[in-house]
Nanobody, 121 residues
Framework: QVQLVESGGGLVQAGGSLRLSCAASGSIFSINAMGWYRQAPGKQRELVAAITRGGSTNYADSVKGRFTISRENAKNTVYLQMNSLKPEDTAVYYC???????????????WGQGTQVTVSS
């Protein structure tokens, strides 16, 4: 059983910073890509940032220059450093692991349970 657990969310004032972490556990052999998505009330879930196993990154235009995604492959962990936060960044942030291969030769995508980020003006 693969599990992704996020941490690091909370309440911060506009202009502040937060660092999210997501650790994948279970009988994991490898993880292709890991990413962060967010969903604000009344809106669709959207990609924030993603990173491949080799370190290639992709960001939403709205967060470029403010957010940085990184990962530690040996720990199956991905991070999201969020700086210069804005009220419009307020959302539930979800971690996703893409093409997670397990020791039982199963491959699939997995989501974390989400962590709330609230930015006050």
């Amino acid at each position: 059983q693969v599990q992704l657990v996020e941490s690091g969310g909370g309440l911060v004032q506009a202009g502040g910073s937060l660092r999210l972490s997501c650790a994948a556990s279970g009988s994991i052999f490898s993880i292709n890509a890991m990413g962060w998505y967010r969903q604000a009330p009344g809106k669709q879930r959207e990609l924030v940032a993603a990173i491949t196993r080799g370190g290639s990154t992709n960001y939403a235009d709205s967060v470029k220059g403010r957010f940085t995604i990184s990962r530690e492959n040996a720990k199956n962990t991905v991070y999201l450093q969020m700086n210069s936060l804005k009220p419009e960044d307020t959302a539930v942030y979800y971690c996703k692991g893409t093409d997670i291969a397990t020791m039982r030769n199963r491959v699939g995508d997995y989501w974390g349970q989400g962590t709330q980020v609230t930015v006050s003006s």
